[in-house]
């Protein structure tokens, strides 16, 4: 008996303060704390470990697509990268990617920044609208589903609709387009 | 002028030295720099004489030329007009490749190769590379490389391709900006960084882009950014110390505009206390743009430096009611104080990105019966100005291209007449606008020849559709707010070369090219112009009827400023930077997809067939007959 006390104290001192975790806003809060490793690149040192798959929570979400198009240009993303096409940044509607094509390695880009131009966003847009805005630029090289991807523009068309563009397979660019050797 | 001049020649040639070691005697400090001090002062009094012939050009058939070329303009006056007359209309059919020099770098290569010495230097755009190439050796092998390692984030907040405009040599150094908005001075001789001066801030959208102009000991230096909300300004660096000296805003206070008791505009528009606030809304004016990225002329009898400011920004001018003054403007300074002393607006308000920074040619022209001191400026909106130098009053205002959104410019009030129909509005698509917002022609910089009394404009053909966004800004990212669509004009070429009479205020002859005519041009005493063209052909026309006289097809298009040079063996060259690029050429220069007629600022429209045309790859090309 004094024994079954003593066992069932320590299992309750060990698990008993331990809630279940709830994610109240279902994503992950940063990328250190809810994402498989971020890769760039294919090589991985020591046994090859395959990543679990995407934590990104809007890649079949039309709504939250079509709000990532809004935040796209309001945020003056599409100051740099226009409607996809690239302009002070590379474009995003074709298979190029410098830094990933993955939901996560966006989310880096768009969070850290990259060197050779991308400012970083961190600390000034709020995680849930980032993965929006992910997931729009994923629409934008068609990769993602055709009824989520937006079908209409507010303004001025200048380019096919996200819906209608072809997916482009990603390839990984050789080198940064802008990046001379110093 | 002529005192000084007398006193270089009789002393230094015949001994130098000796001079240099009296000196020395007298001052220790003096005698460490004697074989420098020398050649600066005689490359000093050059610089003086060319300018004044220049100035002095309208009536002076060809004056005896140095065959160097060690200014941006060639001449204080900018008219990249050279005295050379070995290659001539008659044997310009005759030119053939002399070297070549690969500079490495793949962006749009627009800068001007400078020429002192028997050296040439060339700046390639990012990461902006300075190469010294010895003229005295055969295949002009490499000197030296100065590398200033800008930073990388800088090609971020550059609005339209990572160019540089070129460098400038005064007194030993060169003198060039760095895409991170720095200032550097070189040695000429041994490469060796004398100074770098931060002069912007990428964090807020500043780049430099501009060639400077080195005017009385002071090196003058403007930012780049009308896209990303910066607040323009002209610098005035200390040659010697990189030391800033004055800095005059384009908005803003008039203390901040160094607006003060010398300032006479000559239109009442342009009259009246802080015009620079009270011409936008609110605090509009501290991110308004009115960025210093073009050409510097100076004229050293009026003692007064020109140079224009550029777009307002955002482009949607709905946010930014009034005259926004003074971006798409120009001001008459006086170089040792920055002082202003008088300023012209060409746009008020400026509807379409008509940014006013191309290149003022300064000429002493007979108008009505008399010789008058103008400055003449083929203006992105579509007219050439001719103004009175002195007063900034505008004598004549004609269109040298298609126009569908001003009448005519108002000479009583200085003012464009305005087509209300084709104001961009938010959220409203206007159609048909011409010339679209790299106007009638942008940054690349016309010639004239006081021979022909004409000027050799490349510009190029382009209307557009535009709509008006939302606008936020959002320090260190674009402030535009406008999706562009651009596309040729009448005609359906894209490019022209208009040889055009400043007196008698006409066209006398047009060559017509299939892409924008983004290269500068250069004319010479041999009656030759020469220019490039965004295919890669390097062509050479007679100065007088515009006829072909010879082409070379380089490795990429032409975007580069051609200029002119005697060779230590007493040949003439022609250089010029093949190296497509620019915002005409960012479609490929930066890899962008045709798809989106918006990308590149709506440019990208207009050139969708530029890939197929041409690739990118920086490259020197040097001309000479066999």
Redesign the interface.
Same mark, same amino acid.
């Given at each position: 008996m004094r024994t079954s006390v003593l066992i069932l104290t320590v299992l309750v001192s060990l698990f008993g303060c331990e809630r279940e975790e709830r994610n109240l806003q279902g994503i992950p809060q940063s990328v250190a704390s809810g994402m498989p490793p971020v890769r760039q690149t294919e090589l991985q040192a020591g046994p090859t470990v395959r990543d679990a798959g995407t934590y990104s929570p809007y890649e079949g979400n039309a709504y939250a697509v079509s709000q990532g198009k809004t935040l796209y &240009?309001?945020? &003056?993303c599409s100051?740099?990268h226009?409607?996809? *096409?690239? *302009?002070? *940044? /590379?474009?995003l509607?074709?298979s =190029?990617w410098i830094y990933g094509s993955d939901p996560e390695n966006i989310f880096e880009t768009i969070v850290e920044?990259r #060197? &050779? *131009?991308? #400012?970083s966003f961190g600390g000034k847009i709020v995680n849930d609208q980032i993965w929006q805005l992910v997931a729009y630029v994923r629409s934008m090289s068609g990769l993602l589903r055709k009824d989520v991807a937006p079908g209409r523009s507010d303004?001025?068309q200048?380019? /096919?609709q996200e819906q209608a563009t072809q997916k482009a397979r990603p390839v990984q660019s050789a080198v940064p #387009?802008?990046? =001379?050797r110093? | 002028m002529t005192p000084n001049f007398l006193k270089v020649y009789a002393v230094t040639p015949p001994c130098g030295w000796c001079t240099s070691l009296l000196v020395g005697a007298l001052a220790l400090v003096l005698a460490c720099s004697p074989p420098d001090r020398r050649s600066s002062e005689v490359a000093e009094d050059r610089t003086a004489s060319l300018a004044a012939q220049g100035v002095a050009a309208a009536g002076a058939a060809a004056v005896a030329d140095d065959g160097q070329w060690i200014m941006p303009a060639r001449n204080f006056a900018s008219t990249r007009y050279s005295g050379l007359s070995q290659i001539t209309t008659a044997n310009a059919g005759q030119l053939q490749l002399a070297w070549t020099f690969s500079t490495g770098v793949t962006r749009g290569h627009e800068a001007a190769p400078l020429v002192v010495d028997g050296t040439m230097y060339v700046v390639t755009p990012f990461p902006n590379f300075l190469y010294a190439l010895d003229l005295t050796q055969p295949g002009a092998p490499l000197k030296w490389t100065y590398k200033p390692s800008p930073k990388l984030a800088a090609q971020g907040v550059a609005c339209c391709d990572l160019v540089n405009r070129g460098a400038a040599y005064h007194d030993g150094k060169i003198y060039y900006n760095t895409l991170d908005a720095h200032t550097v001075a070189v040695d000429a001789k041994t490469g060796k960084e004398v100074w770098k001066t931060r002069v912007g801030d990428i964090n807020v959208g500043e780049t430099v882009t501009m060639a400077p102009l080195v005017v009385k000991g002071k090196v003058l230096v403007g930012n780049s950014g009308g896209e990303f909300g910066v607040r323009g300004w002209l610098t005035a660096l200390d040659a010697e110390s990189g030391k800033l000296a004055w800095r005059a805003y384009t908005t803003g206070p008039d203390k901040d505009v160094l607006i003060g008791p010398r300032f006479k505009p000559f239109y009442a528009q342009d009259q009246g206390k802080d015009l620079g606030v009270k011409t936008w809304p609110g605090d509009a004016w501290k991110i308004g743009g009115g960025g210093v990225w073009g050409w510097i002329s100076y004229d050293p009898e009026l003692d007064l430096i020109y140079y224009g400011t550029a777009n307002p920004g955002p482009w949607n001018p709905d946010v930014r009611p009034g005259d926004n003054k003074f971006t798409a403007a120009m001001f008459a300074r006086d170089p040792d104080t920055g002082e202003a002393v008088w300023t012209y607006q060409w746009s008020p308000h400026d509807l379409f990105d008509h940014d006013g920074v191309n290149e003022l040619i300064l000429l002493d022209l007979p108008i009505k019966g008399q010789t008058r001191k103008v400055l003449v400026r083929p203006e992105r909106n579509g007219y050439i100005y001719v103004l009175d130098r002195a007063t900034g009053e505008v004598l004549s205002a004609d269109p040298y291209g298609y126009i569908t959104t001003t009448t005519g410019i108002d000479l009583k009030t200085g003012r464009p007449i305005e087509v209300p129909d084709k104001a961009p509005q938010t959220g409203k698509v206007v159609r048909g606008i011409c010339p679209a917002a790299p106007g009638t022609k942008d940054w690349q910089p016309a010639s004239y020849s006081p021979r022909t009394g004409l000027l050799y404009i490349p510009h190029q053909n382009l209307c557009q559709d535009v709509q008006g966004t939302e606008a936020n800004y959002i320090a260190g990212t674009p402030y535009v707010a406008a999706i562009v669509k651009m596309y040729a004009g009448p005609g359906g070429h894209r490019g022209e070369v208009t040889a055009w009479d400043p007196v008698a205020r006409k066209a006398v002859w047009k060559i017509k090219e299939k892409f924008p005519v983004w290269s500068g041009t250069v004319v010479t005493a041999g009656d030759v112009v020469f220019y490039g063209t965004m295919e890669g052909w390097f062509k050479a026309l007679d100065a007088r009827s515009g006829k072909e006289l010879w082409r070379f097809k380089t490795g990429s298009g032409i975007i580069g400023q051609p200029v002119v040079y005697r060779g230590p063996d007493g040949k003439e060259y022609v250089a010029v930077l093949s190296g497509v690029g620019g915002w005409a050429g960012a479609v490929v220069a930066g890899g962008l997809d045709v798809r989106d007629s918006s990308a590149a600022l709506g440019f990208v429209n207009a050139m969708k067939d530029l890939p197929q045309a041409t690739t990118k790859g920086g490259m020197l090309y040097v001309f000479s007959l066999p």
């Amino acid at each position: 008996m004094r024994t079954s006390v003593l066992i069932l104290t320590v299992l309750v001192s060990l698990f008993g303060c331990e809630r279940e975790e709830r994610n109240l806003q279902g994503i992950p809060q940063s990328v250190a704390s809810g994402m498989p490793p971020v890769r760039q690149t294919e090589l991985q040192a020591g046994p090859t470990v395959r990543d679990a798959g995407t934590y990104s929570p809007y890649e079949g979400n039309a709504y939250a697509v079509s709000q990532g198009k809004t935040l796209y &240009n309001q945020f &003056n993303c599409s100051g740099c990268h226009f409607q996809g *096409g690239g *302009g002070i *940044g /590379p474009p995003l509607m074709d298979s =190029e990617w410098i830094y990933g094509s993955d939901p996560e390695n966006i989310f880096e880009t768009i969070v850290e920044g990259r #060197p &050779n *131009g991308m #400012p970083s966003f961190g600390g000034k847009i709020v995680n849930d609208q980032i993965w929006q805005l992910v997931a729009y630029v994923r629409s934008m090289s068609g990769l993602l589903r055709k009824d989520v991807a937006p079908g209409r523009s507010d303004d001025m068309q200048v380019r /096919p609709q996200e819906q209608a563009t072809q997916k482009a397979r990603p390839v990984q660019s050789a080198v940064p #387009p802008s990046a =001379e050797r110093q | 002028m002529t005192p000084n001049f007398l006193k270089v020649y009789a002393v230094t040639p015949p001994c130098g030295w000796c001079t240099s070691l009296l000196v020395g005697a007298l001052a220790l400090v003096l005698a460490c720099s004697p074989p420098d001090r020398r050649s600066s002062e005689v490359a000093e009094d050059r610089t003086a004489s060319l300018a004044a012939q220049g100035v002095a050009a309208a009536g002076a058939a060809a004056v005896a030329d140095d065959g160097q070329w060690i200014m941006p303009a060639r001449n204080f006056a900018s008219t990249r007009y050279s005295g050379l007359s070995q290659i001539t209309t008659a044997n310009a059919g005759q030119l053939q490749l002399a070297w070549t020099f690969s500079t490495g770098v793949t962006r749009g290569h627009e800068a001007a190769p400078l020429v002192v010495d028997g050296t040439m230097y060339v700046v390639t755009p990012f990461p902006n590379f300075l190469y010294a190439l010895d003229l005295t050796q055969p295949g002009a092998p490499l000197k030296w490389t100065y590398k200033p390692s800008p930073k990388l984030a800088a090609q971020g907040v550059a609005c339209c391709d990572l160019v540089n405009r070129g460098a400038a040599y005064h007194d030993g150094k060169i003198y060039y900006n760095t895409l991170d908005a720095h200032t550097v001075a070189v040695d000429a001789k041994t490469g060796k960084e004398v100074w770098k001066t931060r002069v912007g801030d990428i964090n807020v959208g500043e780049t430099v882009t501009m060639a400077p102009l080195v005017v009385k000991g002071k090196v003058l230096v403007g930012n780049s950014g009308g896209e990303f909300g910066v607040r323009g300004w002209l610098t005035a660096l200390d040659a010697e110390s990189g030391k800033l000296a004055w800095r005059a805003y384009t908005t803003g206070p008039d203390k901040d505009v160094l607006i003060g008791p010398r300032f006479k505009p000559f239109y009442a528009q342009d009259q009246g206390k802080d015009l620079g606030v009270k011409t936008w809304p609110g605090d509009a004016w501290k991110i308004g743009g009115g960025g210093v990225w073009g050409w510097i002329s100076y004229d050293p009898e009026l003692d007064l430096i020109y140079y224009g400011t550029a777009n307002p920004g955002p482009w949607n001018p709905d946010v930014r009611p009034g005259d926004n003054k003074f971006t798409a403007a120009m001001f008459a300074r006086d170089p040792d104080t920055g002082e202003a002393v008088w300023t012209y607006q060409w746009s008020p308000h400026d509807l379409f990105d008509h940014d006013g920074v191309n290149e003022l040619i300064l000429l002493d022209l007979p108008i009505k019966g008399q010789t008058r001191k103008v400055l003449v400026r083929p203006e992105r909106n579509g007219y050439i100005y001719v103004l009175d130098r002195a007063t900034g009053e505008v004598l004549s205002a004609d269109p040298y291209g298609y126009i569908t959104t001003t009448t005519g410019i108002d000479l009583k009030t200085g003012r464009p007449i305005e087509v209300p129909d084709k104001a961009p509005q938010t959220g409203k698509v206007v159609r048909g606008i011409c010339p679209a917002a790299p106007g009638t022609k942008d940054w690349q910089p016309a010639s004239y020849s006081p021979r022909t009394g004409l000027l050799y404009i490349p510009h190029q053909n382009l209307c557009q559709d535009v709509q008006g966004t939302e606008a936020n800004y959002i320090a260190g990212t674009p402030y535009v707010a406008a999706i562009v669509k651009m596309y040729a004009g009448p005609g359906g070429h894209r490019g022209e070369v208009t040889a055009w009479d400043p007196v008698a205020r006409k066209a006398v002859w047009k060559i017509k090219e299939k892409f924008p005519v983004w290269s500068g041009t250069v004319v010479t005493a041999g009656d030759v112009v020469f220019y490039g063209t965004m295919e890669g052909w390097f062509k050479a026309l007679d100065a007088r009827s515009g006829k072909e006289l010879w082409r070379f097809k380089t490795g990429s298009g032409i975007i580069g400023q051609p200029v002119v040079y005697r060779g230590p063996d007493g040949k003439e060259y022609v250089a010029v930077l093949s190296g497509v690029g620019g915002w005409a050429g960012a479609v490929v220069a930066g890899g962008l997809d045709v798809r989106d007629s918006s990308a590149a600022l709506g440019f990208v429209n207009a050139m969708k067939d530029l890939p197929q045309a041409t690739t990118k790859g920086g490259m020197l090309y040097v001309f000479s007959l066999p």
